[in-house]
């Protein structure tokens, strides 16, 4: 199994930049897909971005297309979400997930292993 820990959230205004980091431990040896997902109060968890175990796959929604970026670096066993031009919508508790496997995948039940989430509030 995979442990995932979040970190990284905050406050910070509209229009700022936030950086969330997802480290993983456990049985890392293996290939694993890593998603960020986010939930704000009285929605849905939902899809934010996707990666794969090489990195050369990624994947958006389309809310954050063009202004979040995924990146991973297996040496440090950590996956991170640079997050650009924020806005007041995009305030939610962010997790990170993981499953083993090779590609990406943008459903909630998709995923076996989950952080326990960092806060990330927007201001205007």
């Known amino acids: 199994q995979v442990q995932l820990v979040e970190s990284g959230g905050g406050l910070v205004q509209a229009g700022g930049s936030l950086r969330l980091s997802c480290k993983a431990s456990?049985?890392?040896?293996?290939?694993?897909?890593v998603g960020w997902f986010r939930q704000a109060p009285g929605k849905e968890r939902e899809f934010v971005s996707a990666?794969?175990?090489?990195?050369?796959?990624?994947d958006y929604a389309g809310s954050v297309k063009g202004r979040f970026t995924i990146s991973r670096d297996n040496a440090k066993n950590t996956v991170y979400l640079l997050m650009n031009s924020l806005k007041p919508e995009d305030t939610a508790v962010y997790y990170c997930?993981?499953?083993?496997?090779?590609?990406?995948?943008?459903?909630?039940?998709?995923?076996?292993?989950w952080g326990q989430g960092t806060q990330v509030t927007v201001s205007s």
């Open positions: 456990g049985r890392t040896s293996s290939g694993y897909v």
């Open positions: 990666i794969t175990w090489t990195g050369a796959g990624t």
């Open positions: 997930a993981a499953r083993y496997g090779s590609w990406t995948r943008t459903n909630v039940y998709d995923y076996d292993y």
